[in-house]
């Protein structure tokens, strides 16, 4: 079977059984930042300098927060974002609202549909993805539902997974890097992990955003596994707590601490197209270096389980 159709078919799962069958990763090396960079640094500074001129992004969320940093300081250093939001209004006003080049798509990460034709105007658009940055998200404080899925798991996670394995082949030609926005909050995750008998949230909503946090990081893990061999790499990064939108829906509780989105968007810009970062792959990021992880988030198994579950949930839909 030639390579290319090989590795084709192993990202669709047609393969899973043989995707199993590959040795797991030796635990990522971050290697160290430069010195000028520390917690509280900027994404500006942790892009100054570069030259990002005929390279291809896409940042999902992009109309607020750490998502609209992201794009702007990208854009700002040269590359071509493509952003997404969930209404083409929001989308439009974001990308015209920066410097540079960005290009607005509508994703609404709830809707199957919606991420199925988000990845084909996103492959009219773009023949190669340096990079793919899965920023964005919610935080509920009751328990909804995605056709029997608890919503933040939906939406979180699994748009992201279909969106991410829709456009991997863009990905992999530009040996690009994929960034998952993960939380230190997966460490609250329901106990066992991620609960593949009740994905419906039944028992555990309260924790719903720490599971689907949990989520990010294993498909993060199980990404840099299937990865191996291709020169694309995929990365885990935590943000820290950040004064966003992400709280509107519980009560905009953020500590005095909390970070501005200058400081949220640093580690995930960096993550995403810094020259340290080549070839680091499978690795959890907190302000430019290796954060700590709960065993959970390590979990190859659980990563390996997540990803063929996650597989027939989105063919369930397709």
Same mark, same amino acid.
């Given at each position: 079977m030639p390579d290319l159709l090989r590795r084709h078919l192993l990202w669709t799962g047609a393969l899973a059984p043989l995707a199993l069958a590959l040795p797991s990763?030796?635990?990522a090396q971050v290697p160290p930042a430069p010195a000028a960079?520390?917690?509280?640094?900027?994404?500006?500074?942790?892009?100054a300098g570069l030259d990002l001129r005929g390279r291809t992004i896409l940042v999902t969320g992009c109309n607020s927060g750490i998502g609209l940093e992201t794009m702007r300081v990208l854009a700002l250093r040269g590359a071509h974002v493509i952003g997404t939001a969930r209404t083409s209004d929001k989308g439009k006003a974001a990308c015209?609202?920066?410097?540079?080049r960005a290009t607005p798509v509508v994703l609404d990460l709830a809707d199957v549909r919606s991420v199925r034709d988000c990845a084909a105007q996103v492959h009219q658009l773009a023949p190669r993805l340096? +990079?793919? *940055?899965?920023?964005?998200?919610i935080v509920l404080d009751d328990w909804e539902k995605v056709d029997g899925l608890e919503k933040q798991f939906v939406v979180n996670h699994l748009g992201h997974f279909l969106l991410a394995e829709q456009l991997l082949d863009r990905v992999v030609a530009a040996q690009g890097r994929v960034i998952v926005l993960g939380s230190g909050d997966h460490r609250n995750a329901p106990a066992?992990?991620?609960?593949?008998?009740?994905l419906s949230g039944e028992g555990w909503y309260r924790r719903g955003y720490s599971h689907s946090k949990l989520a990010n990081g294993l498909f993060?893990?199980?990404?840099a596994r299937r990865l191996q061999g291709t020169g694309a790499t995929s990365n885990c990064v935590t943000p820290g707590h950040t004064r966003t939108a992400i709280l509107r829906n519980s009560g905009n509780n953020y500590r005095e601490d909390a970070r501005t989105p200058a400081q949220g968007a640093?580690?995930?810009?960096? +993550?995403? *197209?810094?020259p340290a970062m080549a070839g680091v792959s499978g690795a959890y990021l907190r302000d430019f270096t290796a954060g700590e992880q709960s065993a959970q988030q390590q979990d190859a198994a659980m990563a390996a389980r997540l990803w063929a579950?996650?597989?027939e949930l989105v063919a369930r839909n397709a």
């Amino acid at each position: 079977m030639p390579d290319l159709l090989r590795r084709h078919l192993l990202w669709t799962g047609a393969l899973a059984p043989l995707a199993l069958a590959l040795p797991s990763p030796a635990r990522a090396q971050v290697p160290p930042a430069p010195a000028a960079l520390s917690a509280g640094s900027t994404a500006e500074q942790a892009t100054a300098g570069l030259d990002l001129r005929g390279r291809t992004i896409l940042v999902t969320g992009c109309n607020s927060g750490i998502g609209l940093e992201t794009m702007r300081v990208l854009a700002l250093r040269g590359a071509h974002v493509i952003g997404t939001a969930r209404t083409s209004d929001k989308g439009k006003a974001a990308c015209a609202s920066v410097s540079g080049r960005a290009t607005p798509v509508v994703l609404d990460l709830a809707d199957v549909r919606s991420v199925r034709d988000c990845a084909a105007q996103v492959h009219q658009l773009a023949p190669r993805l340096d +990079a793919l *940055v899965c920023n964005a998200g919610i935080v509920l404080d009751d328990w909804e539902k995605v056709d029997g899925l608890e919503k933040q798991f939906v939406v979180n996670h699994l748009g992201h997974f279909l969106l991410a394995e829709q456009l991997l082949d863009r990905v992999v030609a530009a040996q690009g890097r994929v960034i998952v926005l993960g939380s230190g909050d997966h460490r609250n995750a329901p106990a066992g992990g991620i609960q593949f008998a009740r994905l419906s949230g039944e028992g555990w909503y309260r924790r719903g955003y720490s599971h689907s946090k949990l989520a990010n990081g294993l498909f993060s893990l199980e990404l840099a596994r299937r990865l191996q061999g291709t020169g694309a790499t995929s990365n885990c990064v935590t943000p820290g707590h950040t004064r966003t939108a992400i709280l509107r829906n519980s009560g905009n509780n953020y500590r005095e601490d909390a970070r501005t989105p200058a400081q949220g968007a640093a580690t995930p810009c960096y +993550a995403a *197209v810094h020259p340290a970062m080549a070839g680091v792959s499978g690795a959890y990021l907190r302000d430019f270096t290796a954060g700590e992880q709960s065993a959970q988030q390590q979990d190859a198994a659980m990563a390996a389980r997540l990803w063929a579950v996650s597989h027939e949930l989105v063919a369930r839909n397709a």
